[in-house]
């Protein structure tokens, strides 16, 4: 086999790679993109359950899905004189506890955007950060947890 057959199975094998990715067999980059529609999906189902929760617990939905890029609410709420972020955090059967994706940096993003957000709209209101855990799947079952309050922000200037 000479230098250039080589050359030529391996750029059968790998594909070409972008800015994000590193080299690849073709099959398992169509995986890696499956799961990465996969898991948008499933996040869209959770941020759909989760209004519906809300709306059950007396929430008036105000806005889904907000962004000011980098930042990104999924869902902005009013409850009495509270204006609610929250955040969802969808995961199947067996993947880490969604709880841990709620870290540091994530609560500082939510109060900056919701800083941004209440600037932007100059909204009187009370600020209140929700997080919703959602396990499973619609298929297979699944849990919710609503955690209101779920955490407060630091004295710090956003």
Do not use: C
Request: aromatic share 10%; no cysteine.
């Amino acid at each position: 086999m000479n230098f250039m057959e080589i050359i030529s199975i391996f750029a059968e094998i790998l594909t070409v790679p972008d800015k994000t990715s590193r080299y690849f067999p073709r099959e398992e980059k169509h995986k890696l993109i499956e799961m990465k529609r996969k898991g948008a999906d499933i996040g869209k189902w959770g941020e759909d359950l989760t209004v519906e929760l809300l709306v059950a617990k007396g929430y008036a939905i105000r806005e889904t899905n907000w962004r000011m890029p980098p930042l990104e609410i999924d869902i902005i709420a009013i409850k009495g004189n509270r204006l609610v972020f929250v955040e969802v955090k969808t995961r199947t059967e067996g993947e880490f506890d969604p709880v841990l994706a709620i870290n540091r940096k994530k609560q500082s993003n939510m109060i900056r955007a919701a800083n941004a957000y209440v600037n932007i709209h100059n909204l009187p209101h009370e600020v209140q950060f929700d997080v919703v855990l959602i396990v499973g799947t619609p298929d297979a079952g699944y849990t919710i947890d609503h955690l209101e309050d779920a955490f407060y922000p630091s004295l710090k200037r956003y």
